[in-house]
């Protein structure tokens, strides 16, 4: 979808909200996606192009954020944090003066955490022992995203008379050699899961640095919470 936004004579801010004073257009410049939202932690792609008019494309800067020119009409930006920013685009007229064209506010917002669970328990929750052995694998989900993420290694850590016991895997799943540890464990245990690496939809990688449940004896399947993780 393309939007098209005309050139301005000025701009006021009165808290949050950005007014604009439009002239008669003598230039259509399209700026794509469409969309008012930047993500942190991401190359954001822009593509900004003169569909009409005599003025060509000058340049493109932000307010807040790192703006890279990467192509005669592709722009990337970065953020290092949550903020509001504006991008700016100038038009170099045909007298050669450069004049700002649009000014289009955006917000910046942190990349949605995956959510990670322990045969579907959250973390600091109870897990049946047979419920663990039952499902054997870690899953993790991401809000509102239509792919979901995937789990590609993991540490799961026992303490046994003051020393860590460690077990490496390399998929979601509970290896035989973990299954084996949980089989000598009891109630009221606790197992740690570390260093979770997450490979995200985006092809960008999150680790959760740690989560733990604590184990119970039940014939149940269903025990503990399913909820949120957040990278620590």
Same mark, same amino acid.
């Given at each position: 979808?393309? &939007?098209?936004?005309?050139?301005?004579?000025? &701009?006021?801010?009165?808290?949050?909200?950005?007014?604009f004073?439009?002239n008669?257009?003598?230039?259509?410049?399209?700026v =794509?996606? +469409?969309?008012?939202?930047?993500? *942190?932690?991401?190359? +954001? !792609? @822009?593509?900004?192009? $003169?569909?009409k008019?005599?003025?060509?494309?000058?340049?493109?800067?932000?307010?807040?954020?790192?703006?890279?020119?990467?192509?005669?009409?592709?722009?990337?930006?970065?953020? %290092?944090? /949550?903020?509001?920013? /504006?991008?700016?685009?100038?038009?170099? =007229?045909? +007298?050669?003066?450069?004049?700002?064209?649009?000014?289009?506010?955006?917000? /910046?917002?942190?990349?949605?955490?995956?959510?990670?669970?322990?045969?579907? $328990?959250?973390?600091?929750?109870?897990?049946? @022992?047979?419920?663990?052995? !039952?499902?054997?694998?870690? *899953?993790?989900?991401?809000?509102?995203?239509?792919?979901?993420?995937?789990?590609?290694?993991?540490?799961?850590?026992?303490?046994?008379?003051?020393?860590?016991k $460690?077990?490496?895997?390399?998929n979601?799943?509970?290896?035989?050699?973990?299954?084996?540890?949980?089989?000598?464990?009891?109630?009221?245990?606790?197992?740690?899961?570390?260093?979770?690496?997450?490979?995200?939809? %985006?092809?960008?990688?999150?680790t959760?640095?740690?989560?733990?449940?604590?184990?119970?004896?039940?014939?149940?399947?269903? @025990?503990?919470?399913?909820?949120?993780?957040?990278?620590?």
């Amino acid at each position: 979808m393309i &939007i098209f936004i005309f050139p301005i004579a000025g &701009i006021s801010q009165v808290g949050n909200v950005i007014d604009f004073t439009v002239n008669k257009p003598d230039v259509v410049i399209t700026v =794509l996606p +469409n969309d008012s939202v930047f993500w *942190q932690e991401k190359r +954001n !792609h @822009i593509f900004i192009t $003169v569909e009409k008019g005599k003025s060509k494309l000058n340049k493109a800067e932000l307010t807040v954020g790192r703006l890279t020119r990467i192509g005669p009409t592709e722009f990337v930006a970065t953020f %290092d944090s /949550v903020c509001e920013t /504006v991008l700016k685009v100038y038009e170099r =007229l045909p +007298n050669g003066k450069s004049r700002l064209a649009i000014a289009k506010p955006y917000k /910046v917002i942190e990349k949605p955490m995956p959510t990670v669970t322990v045969a579907g $328990v959250a973390k600091d929750s109870a897990v049946g @022992i047979k419920r663990l052995l !039952h499902i054997g694998a870690l *899953q993790v989900d991401l809000k509102d995203s239509p792919v979901r993420p995937a789990i590609i290694g993991y540490k799961m850590v026992i303490n046994s008379g003051g020393q860590e016991k $460690v077990f490496d895997a390399n998929n979601h799943k509970l290896t035989l050699a973990m299954r084996n540890q949980i089989r000598r464990l009891s109630a009221g245990q606790t197992i740690e899961f570390r260093d979770i690496n997450v490979l995200m939809p %985006d092809g960008g990688k999150k680790t959760i640095k740690t989560m733990s449940v604590f184990l119970v004896e039940t014939d149940e399947y269903n @025990i503990g919470r399913s909820g949120s993780l957040e990278n620590r």
